[in-house]
Nanobody
Framework: VELVESGGGLVQPGGSLRLSCAAS????????MNWYRQGPGKERELVAR????????DYASSVKGRFTISRDNAKKTLYLQMNSLKPEDTAVYYC?????????WGQGTQVTVSS
């Protein structure tokens, strides 16, 4: 299993970014996928989750209405569209899936929201 995030960077408050997570080594369309983040000095937290088909999504209250999780099962790619970014969104963002009893993580992509 391999998960590779991309799309992070430095953005001003109020700006937007789209993160991607390219998946390989498993049948992507069979598994729910998640985005987590870990800010400086904070614990890792769940940001958003999406069902295997993409028909069901859920968000942390802190990002609801600003972030959108989606997936393209044909491309084996997970996305996180982040709008109206705030300084408190600064974190390393991780792609995650759970297969059986094992959690798999990408290497993370840094998002910094600052003027």
């Amino acid at each position: 299993v391999e998960l590779v995030e991309s799309g992070g960077g430095l953005v001003q408050p109020g700006g937007s970014l789209r993160l991607s997570c390219a998946a390989s080594g498993f049948t992507f369309s069979n598994y729910a996928m998640n985005w987590y983040r870990q800010g400086p000095g904070k614990e890792r937290e769940l940001v958003a989750r999406i069902s295997s088909s993409g028909g069901s999504t859920d968000y942390a209250s802190s990002v609801k209405g600003r972030f959108t999780i989606s997936r393209d099962n044909a491309k084996k790619t997970l996305y996180l569209q982040m709008n109206s970014l705030k300084p408190e969104d600064t974190a390393v963002y991780y792609c995650n899936t759970r297969i059986g009893s094992t959690n798999f993580w990408g290497q993370g992509t840094q998002v910094t929201v600052s003027s």
